[in-house]
């Protein structure tokens, strides 16, 4: 539960900020992982025709790689937390984990 509070907190500061939560955005879920090949499964296994999919390369020696799955959806916190628990599970199972999430304004 306090994955979905949190991340109802971030989505009312983001309403505050004057961002509207009425329409469909990018929502850009992050993973980091210890290897590339570690990246590259999760990213295969991330893979649907709704996602796109970017796999970052470390920029310094000893940082994580990075994989950001992107997706558009209404932004509610059920629906991100829902993605993120399900990304984070995924994530997991290739000795990575989930880094957060941020959405795009488009406007």
């Known amino acids: 539960m306090a994955l979905l509070q949190e991340n109802a907190a971030f989505l009312k500061e983001f309403a505050a900020d004057g961002l509207n939560l009425a329409l469909v955005r990018a929502v850009e879920f992050a993973h980091v992982f210890g290897n590339a090949e570690d990246a590259d499964a ?12 970017d796999v970052l390369e470390p920029e310094d020696d000893g940082d994580p790689w990075e994989v950001a799955v ?14 993120e628990e399900r990304l984070d599970a995924l994530a997991q199972k290739h000795n ?12």
């Open 42 to 53: 999760f990213a295969q296994a991330a893979a649907t025709d709704e996602a796109d999919i």
């Open 70 to 83: 992107t997706l558009e959806l209404l932004p509610t916190a059920e629906t991100i937390t829902e993605i």
């Open 96 to 107: 990575g984990e989930s880094d957060g999430w941020g959405l795009y304004d488009d406007e």
